[in-house]
Every structure is written in structure tokens, then in C-alpha cells.
């Protein structure tokens, strides 16, 4: 699965993740957010205080080889587990991946799907 698709299934499909992998995505992200600034104590105090940050064995390995890996693999388990939930929205034409589910032109190749009444 190409990083693309990993992030719009977690991207449109984030209610789907286990209890476990919301916290390594609030780890992710938050530790994006913090960026140069993880050395401040006080705030890194506050996102462990929020849960936003954890220190969690089980969460901590979920992401210990990146988030592109823990995206790939929990877009992975979702898409297994629930094929008839998840719409991939390939464009006909190209069979590219459209922005979001209920997109109806291809950024990539500009076709058109919204006169076909879906």
C-alpha cells in the first residue's frame, strides 16, 4: 500500500483505529506539533498530562519505525477488516485515487464524475 492510500483511509477512515492505535496517532501527530520545541519541559509535561504524548510500551512500539510504517499498517488492518465500509475513490479514467471519498473530479488527471449522478 503506497503512502497515499495509507493516509486517506486514516485520514477518512480514523474512526475505524483501535483503541491502541488512536494513541499512537495522537503520539504522532502531537509530536509533530511540537517539533523543535520537544525539548520544553513544561510542554512536553502538558501533552503527557492531555494524553496527547505517551509513554505507553505498547503505543510506543506501534510507531517506532515511523509514522509512514504505522500508517501503511493500521490503513492495512482497517481495510482488511472492513472492506465494505472502506470506498477507495479511484478515478475511471486513470485510476488514480481522488482526494476524498466523495470527490468527483480527479486531481490527476482532471476527469469528471459528478454528471454521472453517484
Not at 50 to 69: A, Q, R, T
Request: contains cysteine.
Amino acid at each position: 500500500m503506497n503512502k497515499e492510500t495509507s493516509r486517506y483511509i486514516i485520514n477518512y477512515y480514523g474512526g475505524l483505529l483501535s483503541e491502541l492505535e488512536s494513541k499512537a496517532y495522537r503520539h504522532i501527530i502531537s509530536l509533530a506539533k511540537l517539533g523543535n520545541r520537544r525539548k520544553n519541559k513544561k510542554l512536553w509535561e502538558v501533552y503527557e498530562k492531555k494524553e496527547l504524548i505517551s509513554s505507553d510500551p505498547k503505543v510506543l512500539e506501534l510507531v517506532k519505525n515511523g509514522s509512514d510504517e504505522f500508517f501503511r499498517n493500521a490503513a492495512k488492518r482497517i481495510l482488511k477488516e472492513n472492506p465494505e465500509i472502506v470506498f477507495l475513490n479511484n478515478c475511471e479514467k486513470c485510476g488514480m485515487l481522488a482526494r476524498t471519498p466523495e470527490a468527483r473530479q480527479c486531481r490527476h488527471c482532471g476527469n469528471k464524475w459528478f454528471d454521472k449522478g453517484n
